[in-house]
């Protein structure tokens, strides 16, 4: 079963004048799709997950009740049994022409499903489950919890915590640490950058996700320091959650404006969100310095409108320049020195947290 192919860490998003994008969409025609560098998401992403890494939610669950109990409670985890029944679902795949059901199509089964080798075969397992967002956890399963001999979370030196953190990012972890990869994470499901998909099979484009409402919702499980109370994130973390969601929105709306070829839903609703996205970075860089973004969107030319104005060369090299930005954004900052940002932050959560 193919889990690793067209799917969808690359996308693109582009825009500007309406002659502007009258001349880029001419641009793709004949452009063959750009491939955008791999490295964007990282190898232990839900889109790319190898299923003979795949271990399977009930081993998660062995130690984290909770956050499995919260998972239940989620969409991504009724999509497994919900999405092949629903009337949506087989229209889509009969105007893409798949056969033989949306669990064995390799398209659907990157975004909606987690697939785990069983007895040698590729199988479909669970909706988006723990591993499609915290990545397959074959090879750091037994290090991502291992204080060393004798010791417990208290009596662990800072030397081995380190080093502890440093192997199971190495072995494709994504912990809640790493917010540049868990945003990119969410945004390579969230948009969808598949032109045939879009414009032929009728599926939407991508989701309205705003990274602090869609995970503080229904997606919240914060239980390990108390597996009773699913614990609030501080406004520090919102802050910077909230920065890198429109960075990583902008990144993967260009991701999927690059793969425009033709007029239709999909060239549309890819251009729409690319001046969505930069009008929202803007905001945030308005009310906080951020050299990082800044230097990135220093010096591209823009329209009358405030739009970046897309060329080929441009969306085929901002997104990773905006992954790299994000990553380095992340790494010196903890959101103290954001409190410009407040209030850009989201009333409402998207959908209700478990206690
Ligand atoms: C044998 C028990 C055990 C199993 C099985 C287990 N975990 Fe953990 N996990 C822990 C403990 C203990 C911690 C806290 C580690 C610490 O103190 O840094 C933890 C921490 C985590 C964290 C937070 C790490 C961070 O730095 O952000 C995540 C995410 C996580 N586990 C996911 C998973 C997933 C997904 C699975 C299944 C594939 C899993 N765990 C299986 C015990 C376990
Ligand atoms: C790039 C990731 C991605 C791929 C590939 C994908 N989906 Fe989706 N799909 C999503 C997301 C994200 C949503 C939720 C959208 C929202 O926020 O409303 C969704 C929603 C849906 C819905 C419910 C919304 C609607 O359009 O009525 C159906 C049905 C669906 N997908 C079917 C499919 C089928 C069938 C396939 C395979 C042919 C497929 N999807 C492939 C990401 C994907
Ligand atoms: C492997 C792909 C994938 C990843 C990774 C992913 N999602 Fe989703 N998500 C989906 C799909 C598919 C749906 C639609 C499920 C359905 O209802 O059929 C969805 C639905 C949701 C919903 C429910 C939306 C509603 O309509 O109420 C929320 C909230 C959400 N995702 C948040 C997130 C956040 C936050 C992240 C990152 C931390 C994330 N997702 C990562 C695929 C993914
Ligand atoms: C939709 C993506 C998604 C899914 C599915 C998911 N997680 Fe998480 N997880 C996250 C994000 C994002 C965070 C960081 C939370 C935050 O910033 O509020 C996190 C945090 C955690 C933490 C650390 C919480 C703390 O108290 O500090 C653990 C442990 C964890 N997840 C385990 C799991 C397990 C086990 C499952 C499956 C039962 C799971 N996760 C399913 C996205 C997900």
């Not at 994008?21 to 997950?49: D, K, Q, W, Y």
């Not at 917010?179 to 032929?200: E, G, R, W």
Request: hydrophobic share 35%; proline share 3%; glycine share 8%.
């Amino acid at each position: 079963m193919n889990t690793g192919s067209d799917q969808s860490n690359q996308r693109t998003g582009a825009r500007s004048t309406i002659a502007g994008i009258a001349a880029l969409a001419m641009l793709f025609v004949f452009a063959p799709a750009l491939r955008a560098a791999p490295e964007a998401v990282s190898p232990g992403t839900g889109l790319h997950m190898d299923p003979a890494k795949v271990v399977g939610s009930g081993k998660c669950a062995e130690c984290h009740k909770a956050e499995d109990n919260a998972w239940q409670h989620t969409h991504h985890f009724a999509t497994f049994t919900a999405l092949p029944k629903e009337k949506r679902a087989k229209e889509i795949a009969d105007a893409m022409g798949l056969e033989g059901g949306i669990r064995r199509n390799g398209t659907c089964l990157n975004c909606h499903f987690t697939v785990q080798n069983k007895e040698g075969a590729a199988t479909p397992v669970a909706g988006v489950s723990c591993e499609s967002c915290h990545g397959a956890a074959k090879d750091w399963l037994t290090l991502h919890n291992d204080y060393g001999q004798g010791k417990t979370r208290e009596t662990e030196s800072a030397d081995h915590k380190k080093k502890r953190h440093d192997d199971a990012d190495a072995t494709g972890m994504i912990r809640k640490d790493r917010v540049s990869l868990i945003a990119a994470n969410c945004y390579s499901c969230h948009t969808v950058p598949n032109q045939d998909l879009v414009n032929k099979g009728g599926h939407k484009a991508g989701s309205d996700l705003e990274l602090v409402a869609w995970s503080q919702g229904e997606v919240r499980h914060n239980y390990l320091v108390n597996q009773a109370k699913n614990a609030v994130e501080t406004p520090q973390r919102k802050r910077v959650l909230y920065v890198v969601g429109q960075a990583t929105d902008l990144e993967f709306s260009l991701r999927g404006a690059q793969k425009i070829t033709e007029k239709g839903a999909y060239r549309d609703a890819m251009l729409a969100r690319v001046r969505n996205a930069t009008t929202k970075l803007d905001e945030v860089l308005k009310k906080v310095k951020i050299a990082e973004y800044d230097q990135v969107l220093a010096g591209i030319p823009r329209a009358e409108n405030g739009q970046l104005k897309l060329s080929k060369d441009l969306l085929a090299a901002l997104p990773d320049k905006l992954a790299a930005a994000s990553q380095a954004f992340v790494a010196s900052n903890d959101g103290a020195a954001l409190d410009g940002v407040d209030e850009l932050l989201p009333k409402d959560a998207k959908g209700s947290a478990q206690p």
